[in-house]
């Protein structure tokens, strides 16, 4: 009755006429949208209605390894361009381990997409209608992102042996990775003396970043309706988000939920 929509499928599933609008259970419980980030409740509005409620969110940031870093003479609050990246990437060269380099980097778009922004490219035009990843910023972007692996400065998880780029920094197989707000609670439990900071998301021509959301949705052929509303309802209040989102593992799509400490750069 009951499921998550990842943002990215949204538009695949409503079109379909597989979602329940949600407007008339929020208007008879008095169950305001305004709170949410509109940004991310706008993924799960189609043609003026809601069909989802975002449960939580994360971008991306920069993780460093600090010992790494400091071993290297690298400051990590002063990584904040590509070029910034590959000057420090240079440094860090000598000091990592053998079978490690600097930068891990995925070789999927939902980690490549945020350079493409950063150099001021899209993925599709604004309507959704058409594909605009072949424009030159998009693959200048691209030729930057692969050109650190050509150089030897970065490699994908499976080339250093490991099963995703968290797993790289605690393992020490690379110093800088981007991820989400994920990655703390792993740390925590499985590399608890390996010690990193977080930056915010580099900049080229600007500032790009990914969101990762998925909502709480109802199936329109739901047998439990209302009991499947007073779920969605409370999981996506006040006192269900924050009780979620103070396992750490993501951010509060709600203003008036505080995120856990240590996210300011995300």
Known sequence: DVFYVDSNVFLDWVTQGLLQPLDSYAAKNKFS??????????????????????????????????????KAGVN?????????????????????????????????WDRALAFVYQN???????????????????????DYYVGLIKQG???????????????ALGKEKAAIIFEGN?????????FPNVKFTTQQML???QHGNLAFTVSYSMAKDAQNKDAAWQLIRYLTGRVGMKTWTSKG???PARSDIAPVSGRKNF
Do not use: R
């Open 33 to 70: 949208s305004k709170p949410f980030y509109q940004s991310l409740l706008n993924g799960f509005k189609y043609k003026g209605k809601i069909y989802g409620y975002p449960k939580d969110w994360s971008p991306l940031a920069m993780e460093v390894n600090t010992t790494l870093a400091a």
């Open 76 to 108: 990590p609050a002063k990584i904040k361009t590509w070029k910034d990246l590959t000057a420090a990437a240079k440094k860090l060269q000598p000091v990592m381990g053998s079978g490690a380099k600097p930068i891990c980097l995925n070789a999927t």
């Open 120 to 142: 001021g490219g899209s993925f599709l035009n604004a309507s959704k209608t058409k594909s605009t990843i072949n424009s030159p910023a998009a693959k200048a972007a691209m």
């Open 153 to 167: 400065l970065a490699d994908i998880p499976a080339k250093l042996s490991v099963g995703w780029c968290g797993e």
């Open 182 to 190: 994920w990655l703390f609670p792993f740390m925590q439990s499985t």
């Open 203 to 205: 900049m080229q021509k």
């Open 249 to 251: 593992l993501a951010l």
